[in-house]
Nanobody, 121 residues
Framework: QVQLVESGGGSVQAGGSLRLSCAASGYTFTNNCVGWFRQSPGKEREGVAA???????TYADNVKGRFTISKDNAKSTLYLQMNSLKLEATAMYYC???????????????WGQGTQVTVSP
């Protein structure tokens, strides 16, 4: 049974940083694409970043240069380093697995429960 558990969310002031983690069990990152999505109230879920089996990465345009996705295959853990956070980054952040680099939520087969990120002025 695949489980994805996110952690690291919280409250931060604009301009600050947070590092999200996603620990996977029953799943290997070695041969699959994994990623991060986020969803704000009243908005559709949007792709943030993805990292493929070979380590290649994809980012949404609005986070490029500020967010970094990485993974530790040995620990089956996915990370999202978020710097220079903006107010619009406030959302529930979800880890997703078994997808594609297209950052399309329908492509991903497994999802975590999410971790809340709140950015304040």
């Amino acid at each position: 049974q695949v489980q994805l558990v996110e952690s690291g969310g919280g409250s931060v002031q604009a301009g600050g940083s947070l590092r999200l983690s996603c620990a996977a069990s029953g799943y290997t990152f070695t041969n699959n694409c994994v990623g991060w999505f986020r969803q704000s109230p009243g908005k559709e879920r949007e792709g943030v970043a993805a990292i493929d089996a070979d380590g290649s990465t994809t980012y949404a345009d609005n986070v490029k240069g500020r967010f970094t996705i990485s993974k530790d295959n040995a620990k089956s853990t996915l990370y999202l380093q978020m710097n220079s956070l903006k107010l619009e980054a406030t959302a529930m952040y979800y880890c997703a697995a078994d997808g594609t680099p297209r950052l399309v939520s329908a492509d991903f087969g497994y999802w975590g429960q999410g971790t809340q990120v709140t950015v304040s002025p």
